[in-house]
């Protein structure tokens, strides 16, 4: 009863703050009163974004690498998706991995593994989750910025239930999104790709048969039967999201490799943005430190927030 109590006055005491700082019509408490209800609504939605677009992540990956890359994956950005499955060449309990139905073994037969993956999903999770994210074991994913990306009010809008497909897009062989820099899929457009794949709709352009291939540019292909094209993926200066190198490859912009220029159809440029949602050929190691320099490093923001006190000798005059 008395932390009932406690905690009822604490709330009264807010809402008293709340309703004198309305009726005071100083134009400075009210600027301030305007500033802090704005990062209040602000604060909110993006928690609101966080909890209800519900991402379920893939990441394509074998089994000598489980241990290696797969695990800086388990140990960084996976478990910030909802759910997080690891795509192998062997099943593998203990860590876990496991080998969809149809696929190859092998570290090869990258087209088997990603089309029977997108099956497997639509048959086991299609109507649990919004989006389907994936990722190779080399990349990296800002999972808060693709959840904002995914579920903030935008033009057009990126309502799950209508088909949807992002990534960096490539300009080249009738253009597809780079499978190493990562792809995200609505559940409607997974929907929408298993009729294509299920019925084997325009076998010269969707290879169903096939095991391996270009995987990225095959599934581009296989969207496109279904009437599926990649989404605007750029933010509001025009810069990148999803990335096809390492952050200081992007960062600099120096260093790009002839093709690059030729596929990329976003001119390549230096600089990353602020909504950065992924990067690729992530070593476990660098792949490590960005998470570090991102969620451990950041939190020196939060600083402010801390129950802290000041050691007594900034407290007085010295010389």
């Given at each position: 009863?008395k932390?009932?109590?406690?905690?009822t006055?604490?709330?009264t005491g807010?809402l008293m703050?709340?309703?004198k700082?309305?009726?005071?019509?100083?134009p400075?408490n009210?600027?301030?009163?305007?500033?802090?209800?704005?990062l209040?609504?602000k604060?909110?939605?993006?928690n609101?974004?966080?909890t209800?677009?519900?991402?379920?992540?893939?990441?394509e990956t074998?089994e000598?690498?489980?241990?290696?890359r797969?695990?800086s994956i388990?140990?960084t950005w996976g478990p910030?998706c909802?759910?997080?499955l690891y795509?192998?060449d062997k099943d593998?309990?203990?860590?876990?991995?496991?080998?969809?139905p149809g696929v190859?073994?092998g570290?090869?037969a990258l087209w088997?593994k990603?089309m029977?993956?997108?099956r497997?999903l639509?048959?086991?999770y299609?109507?649990?989750y919004?989006?389907?994210?994936?990722?190779?074991d080399?990349?990296?994913v800002?999972?808060?910025?693709?959840k904002?990306?995914l579920?903030?009010?935008?033009?057009?809008?990126?309502?799950p239930d209508?088909p949807?497909?992002?990534g960096?897009?490539?300009k080249?062989?009738?253009g597809?999104t780079?499978?190493g820099a990562?792809?995200?899929?609505s559940?409607?457009a997974?929907?929408q790709?298993?009729?294509?794949?299920?019925n084997?709709r325009?076998?010269?352009?969707?290879?169903?048969k096939?095991t391996d291939?270009?995987e990225?540019?095959?599934?581009?292909?296989?969207?496109?039967?279904?009437?599926?094209?990649h989404?605007?993926?750029?933010?509001?200066?025009?810069?990148?999201l999803?990335?096809s190198?390492?952050?200081?490859?992007?960062f600099?912009?120096d260093?790009?490799?002839?093709w690059?220029y030729?596929?990329?159809?976003?001119?390549p440029?230096?600089g990353c943005?602020n909504?950065t949602?992924t990067f690729?050929?992530?070593?476990p190691r660098v792949?490590r430190?960005t998470?570090?320099a991102i969620?451990k490093l950041?939190?020196?923001?939060?600083?402010a927030?801390?129950?802290v006190?000041?050691?007594?000798?900034?407290s007085?005059d010295?010389d």
């Open positions: 009863m932390t009932k109590a406690i905690f006055f604490f709330c807010i703050c709340a309703w700082l309305f009726q005071d019509t100083s400075t009210r600027e301030a009163h305007n500033g802090i209800m704005q209040l609504q604060r909110n939605l993006v609101k974004i966080q209800r677009v519900k991402v379920l992540c893939f990441v074998c000598k690498n489980l241990r290696t797969a695990q388990k140990d910030r909802d759910k997080t795509i192998s593998n309990s203990t860590f876990p991995s496991f080998r969809p190859e073994p570290y090869g088997s990603t029977f993956t997108f497997y639509y048959k086991h299609l109507n649990e919004h989006w389907f994210m994936k990722a190779d080399d990349t990296y800002v999972v808060e910025n693709l904002y990306f579920g903030k009010e935008s033009l057009p809008k990126h309502n209508e949807h497909y992002f960096k897009h490539f080249t062989l009738g597809y780079s499978g990562g792809y995200v899929l559940r409607e997974l929907r790709l298993e009729d294509v794949l299920a084997e325009s076998p010269d352009d969707c290879k169903t096939e291939g270009v990225d540019a095959l599934l581009g292909k296989c969207l496109a039967v279904a009437g599926i094209h989404g605007y993926t750029l933010d509001s200066a025009g810069m990148d999803f990335h190198f390492w952050p200081d490859f992007e600099f912009g260093q790009f490799p002839e690059y030729k596929y990329s159809a976003n001119p440029s230096s943005s909504e949602i690729h050929y992530m070593d792949m430190v998470h570090f969620y950041g939190a020196l923001l939060g600083r927030k801390q129950n006190t000041l050691n007594k000798f900034y007085q010295h």
